[in-house]
């Protein structure tokens, strides 16, 4: 690790100016950015430490629910509304990392954190992520836990986490705040694909900082969060799926899904939801919402099992939520 300046700010518009520095970055739990610091793939001149700004309540807000920024996994997971409420999100949440890490990550940090990816952590492998025009290594290399979806000749790493698929699928927001102002983005909008700037997670833009994540009014119905994983704790989705769905007169009437361990971002298709809402369940309807989950799906050979693992997973899901027999 490199030597690093240490900033306490006293107030979110201070937090705001420090961040805003080169070389500065802006620290909470800590869980992700200190490993990536101690592998120097992170070098930041100063961190500015925001656990003293508050953001750390979860509040009513209209019919929904506004998780501060640094309210812990641990806190979201547990809290009454959450569990009640939006369970997806609370399940989604405990099926990640360890009791530990969740008691210190945070709702900010967690959306902000980095893929993976063998070649992203080793500074003698090429990465477009961390140097780009080296190149991925991943491409002809090792790909395990690769993306199969939105992926571009710059890179294939998948973003890691459980908690973003879960807030992509009950349609969450991101409250944002920066030298413009603040604003607003949806959480399916927030994380980029590779694309030619693989080094761009997200949308936010230098110096601005996460606030808040505002749910909307609860949906009534099955909450389900399905994670396909090499062990059965502390290790990342080969697929993920988080599932919003309620069933009336036989029918889908509400349907939302999407996929972690898959792409570069948590995975949304509207095309799924247009397809089986209204519509009675049957396997030949979960194939083709299968197929439109992986219309353009691409292996890189070692992930080539994660094409028809989706397929098997997403039907495994529909199937649970609707007895349809598999």
Not at 245 to 271: N, S
């Amino acid at each position: 690790m490199r030597p690093f300046d240490y900033q306490r700010p006293d107030g979110l518009d201070h937090a705001g100016q420090l961040a805003r520095a080169d070389g500065a970055m802006a620290i909470a739990g800590g869980t992700n950015l200190l490993d990536l610091m101690k592998l120097q793939v992170e070098t930041p001149g100063t961190l500015v430490d925001v656990n003293s700004v508050g953001m750390n309540t979860i509040d009513a807000d209209g019919d929904g629910l506004r998780i501060g920024a640094l309210v812990t996994n641990t806190a979201t997971a547990a809290y009454d509304a959450v569990r009640r409420d939006y369970a997806v999100l609370a399940r989604a949440i405990l099926a990640g990392a360890t009791q530990q890490l969740r008691n210190k990550a945070t709702t900010g940090g967690n959306l902000c954190q980095r893929t993976r990816c063998y070649y992203f952590t080793h500074l003698d492998q090429p990465c477009n992520k961390r140097e780009p025009g080296s190149g991925c290594g991943a491409l002809k290399g090792i790909a395990r836990l690769h993306a199969i979806l939105g992926t571009s000749s710059e890179c294939i790493a998948t973003y890691p986490g459980d908690m973003a698929v879960a807030m992509a699928a009950l349609g969450a927001t991101v409250e944002v705040t920066g030298p413009a102002g603040e604003r607003s983005i949806p959480v399916r909008e927030f994380h980029r694909l590779p694309g030619d700037m693989p080094q761009k997670d997200n949308a936010l833009e230098p110096g601005e900082i996460i606030t808040a994540v505002r749910l909307p009014a609860p949906t009534q119905g099955q909450h389900i969060y399905r994670k396909v994983r090499e062990r059965s704790s502390y290790a990342f989705a080969l697929c993920s799926v988080a599932a919003i769905i309620r069933m009336e007169e036989g029918r889908f009437a509400h349907a939302d899904l999407a996929f972690g361990g898959l792409a570069h971002k948590p995975w949304h298709d509207p095309r799924i939801t247009e397809l089986l809402v209204g519509s009675e369940p049957s396997l030949a309807l979960f194939d083709k919402a299968a197929d439109l989950l992986l219309e353009d799906a691409q292996g890189y050979g070692e992930n080539d099992f994660k094409i028809p693992l989706a397929r098997r997973t997403l039907k495994s899901v529909l199937c649970e939520v609707t007895g349809v027999d598999a």
